[in-house]
Each structure stands twice: as structure tokens, then as C-alpha cells.
């Protein structure tokens, strides 16, 4: 398997784990995350190579937006994981001054009903989830989104 499709295949398994990234917010500025990110953190167990290495460990993966993860990509880019991990807090507390308290907020808020609907979908295509609890969690959705 080459790496290119071995990467992919990870990360369609890490959105099986850890849902959609889109459903998280982002870890650095709590805006809506767009990607799953490598953090460096397990250097001796990385595959892959260039723009295309992981690990098969879903705690080394924070969800990021798209801006975030530019930055995160280019900063790893040019610095070793020692000095990555001295710019990390920096770089996270410019992304989150960027973003308003009032957006963090409604996403935290929303991320609690994506959540709970996309877990519920997941486990009736599974067929582990009775037809009541989608509804329930389908009107509860209609509802906050209706406001």
C-alpha cells in the first residue's frame, strides 16, 4: 500500500473513532474545526513521509479550522517538534484572540446537538439505534435551529 493511500485510509478511520472533525471546535481559536491535525507528538511512530505523515494513534490528532491548520502545517514545516511544541501555546492564544467569545460560545453550544445527531446516525447505520431516539434527536435539532 503506498503511503499516500495508507494516510488516507487512517484518517478515514480516525473520523470513524473521533466523527467528523467538523464536528468539533477548533482547539486553538474554538471556531468550527474543518480538519483533523497531527501533533507531532509521536515522532518514533510516524509513517508516511512529506506532506503525508501520520500515526495510527487517534490522541495525537487535534481538530483544527482551516486557518488554524495552515498555520499549524506551516510552523511545522519550518520548525523541529522541540521547537513546535514552544510555539504551540503562542500560536493557539493569537488564533483564539481572533475569534470572538460570542462565536466560541455558539459553537460550543451547537457542537453538543452535532454531536449527539451524528452519533445517533452513525448507530442506526450500524443498526444499533432504535428509530425513536433519531426522532427525538432529529426534533431536538429542529427545534434549537429554529430560534
Given at each position: 500500500m ?6 488516507r ?7 470513524t ?63 523541529s ?15 483564539r ?51
Open positions: 503506498s503511503a499516500v493511500t495508507a494516510y485510509e487512517w484518517h478515514r478511520a480516525l473520523r473513532f473521533k466523527l467528523s472533525a467538523d464536528l468539533h471546535p477548533c482547539d486553538w481559536c474554538g471556531d468550527w474545526a474543518a480538519r483533523w491535525c497531527y501533533d507531532g507528538s509521536r515522532a518514533t511512530a510516524e509513517q508516511g513521509s512529506g506532506a503525508f505523515v501520520f500515526v495510527e494513534d487517534s490522541s495525537a490528532y487535534m481538530p483544527l479550522c482551516d486557518s488554524c491548520a495552515g498555520t499549524f502545517t506551516a510552523a511545522r514545516r519550518r520548525l517538534y522541540a521547537e513546535l511544541a514552544d510555539a504551540v501555546p503562542e500560536l493557539a492564544r493569537a488564533a484572540d481572533n475569534v470572538s467569545a460570542f462565536t466560541r460560545a455558539d459553537v460550543l453550544i451547537d457542537t453538543a446537538k452535532r454531536r449527539e445527531y451524528a452519533a445517533a446516525a452513525q448507530m442506526t447505520r450500524l443498526g444499533k439505534a432504535p428509530q425513536a431516539a433519531i426522532r427525538a434527536t432529529d426534533a431536538l435539532l429542529r427545534h434549537a435551529y429554529s430560534n
